[in-house]
């Protein structure tokens, strides 16, 4: 059973910067697709950030101030954000897919955590 729970979002000012993490168990984290997604309200889940072995990939709305990183050793992925935006409003999710193609699009991920809530205040 593959989980995954991510931490450290909260509220913090724009200009400011998170750090979210996402455990995965049940699983070694360097042999998935590992990514970030994002849903503010009344929105469609859109891609942030994923890493796939050693490359990274962005949306363009995040580029230049989020860095995705994974630590094998703690079988954790994290998501440093900064340069925070009122528009970076959202819950963030983490996912995890074993196939390494059509890493931006959501459907294609096998799991998912629960959420955190990243809150922008402008």
């Known amino acids: 059973q593959v989980q995954l729970v991510e931490s450290g979002g909260g509220l913090v000012q724009a200009g400011g910067s998170l750090r979210l993490s996402c455990a995965v168990s049940?699983?070694?984290?360097?042999?998935?697709?590992m990514g970030w997604f994002r849903q503010a309200p009344g929105k469609e889940r859109e891609f942030v950030a994923a890493i796939r072995w050693s490359g990274t990939y962005y949306a363009d709305s995040v580029k230049g101030r989020f860095t995705i990183s994974r630590d094998n050793a703690k079988n954790t992925v994290y998501l440093q954000m900064n340069s925070l935006k009122s528009e970076d409003t959202a819950v963030y999710y983490c996912?995890?897919?074993?196939?390494?193609?059509?890493?931006?699009?959501?459907?294609?991920?096998?799991?998912w955590g629960q959420g955190t809530q990243v809150t922008v205040s402008s």
């Open positions: 996912a995890a897919k074993e196939s390494l193609f059509d890493i931006y699009q959501a459907d294609r991920y096998d799991y």
């Open positions: 049940g699983r070694t984290v360097s042999t998935y697709v």
